[in-house]
C-alpha cells in the first residue's frame, strides 16, 4: 500500500524529517536560502495529502484549488496569515500551527533587538570594523536608557506578556495596549492599560506584537507614528503588514522618531533597495525571531506531528480551525 504524500517546502530538521519519512512520501524543497518555486508547488501538491509549510509560502486558493486531495496544511509557525483559512475549512481542510514553543525564545530576541537598537550595538560594531575608532568622545555613540524608561507594548499575547516580564527586569513602567484587558498581567507585573493613542505618546519603546489580520494591516501607520516621541524608539517583531513601512521610513530619515529595529517586513525577504536600509537608525533582522536551534527544532517536530496527524485523519495537536472537526 502506497503512502500518502507530503509537500514540504523547506528541509526540516532531522528529528521532524525522520517522523515524517516514516509514514509518508515526501517532496521536499531543499533549498535554505530560497523559497519553493510557485510553479513546483502547485505542480507537486496535486496529489498530496498534505503539506508541511512556513511564513514564506503562500498557501491560497490557487494552491488549495491544485490540491484535491488535501487534507492538513501545518505550517512551521504560530501565525497563519498566509494561509487561506477560510477556503481551507470550507473544504474541510485543517491547519496546524505550533503555538506556545517560540514563546520564550521571540521574546529573547524582541528585547535583543531594543537593546541592540538603543545603545547603538550594530553602529558600534561597525564603527570599530570600519576602523572609525581613533579615541574616546563624550558623545560618541550615545543612545537612549533603557533601566527605569516606559515600555509600551502593542499586543499583549503569549510573547507580549514575557517581552513585559523581560521589561520589568530592567524596572521598566509597562503600558500595554490589547483587544481585550489583562487584570492578571496588570496584578502580576504592575502593567498599566492605555488606548493605542496614550500609549504611543507616552512610551519610550513601542513595541508591536499584533498578529497579522486584516484588522491589524498597517495599524501603525502616520497618524500613529505622529503621536510617538521624537526620542521613541520602534520595535516590530509581529508582522510586515501591521506597519505603513513609507510612513515609518519619512519618520525616521525625519528624525521625528529616534530610531527602529525590524525583525519583519511587508514583503520578505526586503528588497536590498529598500529606502528602509538607506537608515542609520534602523537596525534590520531576517524575521529570525524564533530562530534558537532548540526552539525551532520543537516547532518542526510539532508542525511534523501535526501534518502526520491530518494525513491520519486525527486531530491535529495544534489546530487553528478546530471547525473542521465539528462539520
Same mark, same amino acid.
Given at each position: 500500500?502506497?503512502?500518502?504524500?507530503?509537500?514540504?517546502?523547506?528541509?526540516?530538521?532531522?528529528?521532524?524529517?525522520?517522523?515524517?519519512?516514516?509514514?509518508?512520501?515526501?517532496?521536499?524543497?531543499?533549498?535554505?536560502?530560497?523559497?519553493?518555486?510557485?510553479?513546483?508547488?502547485?505542480?507537486?501538491?496535486?496529489?498530496?495529502?498534505?503539506?508541511?509549510?512556513?511564513?514564506?509560502?503562500?498557501?491560497?486558493?490557487?494552491?488549495?484549488?491544485?490540491?484535491?486531495?488535501?487534507?492538513?496544511?501545518?505550517?512551521?509557525?504560530?501565525?497563519?496569515?498566509?494561509?487561506?483559512?477560510?477556503?481551507?475549512?470550507?473544504?474541510?481542510?485543517?491547519?496546524?500551527?505550533?503555538?506556545?514553543?517560540?514563546?520564550?525564545?521571540?521574546?529573547?530576541?524582541?528585547?535583543?533587538?531594543?537593546?541592540?537598537?538603543?545603545?547603538?550595538?550594530?553602529?558600534?560594531?561597525?564603527?570599530?570594523?570600519?576602523?572609525?575608532?581613533?579615541?574616546?568622545?563624550?558623545?560618541?555613540?550615545?543612545?537612549?536608557?533603557?533601566?527605569?524608561?516606559?515600555?509600551?507594548?502593542?499586543?499583549?499575547?503569549?510573547?507580549?506578556?514575557?517581552?513585559?516580564?523581560?521589561?520589568?527586569?530592567?524596572?521598566?513602567?509597562?503600558?500595554?495596549?490589547?483587544?481585550?484587558?489583562?487584570?492578571?498581567?496588570?496584578?502580576?507585573?504592575?502593567?498599566?492599560? +492605555?488606548?493605542?493613542?496614550? =500609549? /504611543?505618546?507616552?512610551?519610550?519603546? &513601542? #513595541? *508591536?506584537?499584533?498578529? %497579522? !489580520?486584516?484588522?491589524?494591516?498597517?495599524?501603525?501607520?502616520?497618524?500613529?507614528?505622529?503621536?510617538?516621541?521624537?526620542?521613541?524608539?520602534?520595535?516590530?517583531?509581529?508582522?510586515?503588514?501591521?506597519?505603513?513601512?513609507?510612513?515609518?521610513?519619512?519618520?525616521?530619515?525625519?528624525?521625528?522618531?529616534?530610531?527602529?529595529?525590524?525583525?519583519?517586513?511587508?514583503?520578505?525577504?526586503? +528588497?536590498?533597495?529598500?529606502? =528602509? /536600509?538607506?537608515?542609520?537608525?534602523? &537596525? #534590520? *533582522?531576517?524575521?529570525? %525571531? !524564533?530562530?534558537?536551534?532548540?526552539?525551532?527544532?520543537?516547532?518542526?517536530?510539532?508542525?511534523?506531528?501535526?501534518?502526520?496527524?491530518?494525513?491520519?485523519?486525527?486531530?491535529?495537536?495544534?489546530?487553528?480551525?478546530?471547525?473542521?472537526?465539528?462539520?
Amino acid at each position: 500500500m502506497s503512502k500518502p504524500k507530503l509537500v514540504v517546502t523547506r528541509e526540516l530538521p532531522e528529528e521532524a524529517m525522520h517522523l515524517l519519512k516514516e509514514e509518508a512520501d515526501l517532496y521536499v524543497w531543499e533549498s535554505e536560502s530560497e523559497s519553493i518555486p510557485r510553479s513546483v508547488l502547485l505542480q507537486e501538491v496535486q496529489q498530496a495529502t498534505g503539506i508541511v509549510t512556513n511564513v514564506a509560502d503562500s498557501i491560497d486558493r490557487e494552491v488549495l484549488d491544485a490540491a484535491p486531495h488535501l487534507r492538513v496544511v501545518s505550517t512551521m509557525a504560530v501565525g497563519f496569515d498566509n494561509i487561506d483559512v477560510n477556503t481551507a475549512t470550507q473544504r474541510g481542510i485543517a491547519i496546524g500551527h505550533t503555538p506556545g514553543i517560540l514563546t520564550e525564545t521571540t521574546a529573547d530576541l524582541t528585547f535583543a533587538l531594543l537593546m541592540a537598537t538603543a545603545r547603538r550595538v550594530v553602529d558600534g560594531d561597525r564603527f570599530v570594523r570600519n576602523g572609525e575608532w581613533k579615541s574616546w568622545g563624550p558623545m560618541l555613540l550615545t543612545g537612549q536608557d533603557i533601566y527605569g524608561a516606559t515600555i509600551g507594548i502593542i499586543g499583549m499575547g503569549r510573547i507580549g506578556e514575557a517581552v513585559a516580564r523581560r521589561a520589568a527586569g530592567f524596572a521598566m513602567k509597562l503600558l500595554y495596549h490589547n483587544r481585550s484587558r489583562r487584570p492578571e498581567v496588570e496584578q502580576k507585573l504592575g502593567a498599566e492599560y +492605555r488606548s493605542l493613542d496614550e =500609549l /504611543l505618546a507616552e512610551s519610550d519603546y &513601542v #513595541v *508591536l506584537m499584533a498578529p %497579522g !489580520s486584516p484588522d491589524t494591516y498597517r495599524m501603525i501607520g502616520a497618524r500613529e507614528i505622529s503621536l510617538m516621541k521624537r526620542s521613541a524608539v520602534f520595535i516590530n517583531t509581529s508582522r510586515g503588514t501591521n506597519v505603513d513601512e513609507q510612513a515609518l521610513y519619512q519618520a525616521l530619515k525625519e528624525k521625528r522618531i529616534w530610531a527602529a529595529g525590524l525583525d519583519v517586513f511587508e514583503q520578505e525577504p526586503i +528588497r536590498t533597495d529598500h529606502p =528602509l /536600509l538607506s537608515l542609520d537608525n534602523v &537596525v #534590520v *533582522l531576517p524575521h529570525i %525571531g !524564533s530562530a534558537s536551534i532548540a526552539t525551532r527544532t520543537r516547532m518542526a517536530v510539532i508542525a511534523a506531528k501535526n501534518a502526520l496527524a491530518g494525513i491520519r485523519g486525527e486531530r491535529l495537536l495544534h489546530t487553528v480551525n478546530p471547525e473542521v472537526y465539528e462539520a
